[in-house]
Structures are given as structure tokens and as C-alpha cells.
């Protein structure tokens, strides 16, 4: 399974990005995906995830309210629409299929990998 993400660039505090993680297989059409993030110098980080169908998302604190997850119905799709962005939101953003229909905060519950794409937010 491969993992293409896109979608990043730079944009300025308050503003908004939307990234679009396309699997090119329909093994991931069962299985969780998610979104991770790692900034310069920091670890990688859970940012969120949703269940198979759609049903069951979670976020983490950081970005609750602000990034909601999406993804096609039955389809290898999801997306990260992210609003009011905050300078710490600078990071390279990776999304993942997990290994379950429902994925979870650690990295460990995913299986495949995106390269990532960059998300640069100026103050």
C-alpha cells in the first residue's frame, strides 16, 4: 500500500489548509487512517484519526475544534481540513492506515505510511 499526501504549504496564522491523503489500495477501505505531525527537533505526534466508516474520529487536544477528519465513503481517501492555524501547526503531516478499523493515538496502530507533506504557518 502506498500513501500519497498533498495538500501542504505555507499560509499565515489564522488561516487554513486542507490536506488529501490518496492509498492505493482498497485494503485501506477497511482499516482506520490518521494523521500524524513532527515538527524540527520534536517527535512525531498524533494529530487524529478516523474509524473505517467514517463513524468514530478523534482528535488531539491541540487541534480539537480547529482540524476535522474525513474521509470517502468505502473509499482509500482521507482528508485534514485545518482552520485558525497557529504557528505550532508548522510541521511535516503524515497520514497512515492502521492496522484496524479503528486506529488509535499511538504510532505503533499503523501499519503504512505517506512521505509527508510540509505545513508551514507564519505568525
Known amino acids: 500500500v502506498q500513501l500519497q499526501a498533498s495538500g501542504g504549504g505555507m499560509v499565515q496564522a489564522g488561516g487554513s489548509l486542507r490536506l488529501s491523503c490518496a492509498a492505493s489500495r482498497r485494503t485501506s477501505s477497511n482499516n482506520a487512517m490518521g494523521w500524524f505531525r513532527q515538527a524540527p527537533g520534536k517527535e512525531r505526534e498524533f494529530v487524529a484519526t478516523?474509524?473505517?466508516?467514517?463513524?468514530?474520529?478523534s482528535y488531539a487536544d491541540s487541534v480539537k475544534g480547529r482540524f476535522t477528519i474525513s474521509r470517502e465513503y468505502a473509499g482509500n481517501t482521507v482528508y485534514l481540513q485545518m482552520n485558525s492555524l497557529k504557528p505550532e501547526d508548522t510541521a511535516v503531516y503524515y497520514c497512515a492506515v492502521a492496522r484496524q478499523a479503528v486506529g488509535g493515538t499511538g504510532a505503533d496502530r499503523y501499519q503504512y505510511w505517506g512521505q509527508g507533506t510540509l505545513v508551514t504557518v507564519s505568525s
Open positions: 478516523i474509524s473505517w466508516n467514517g463513524r468514530y474520529t
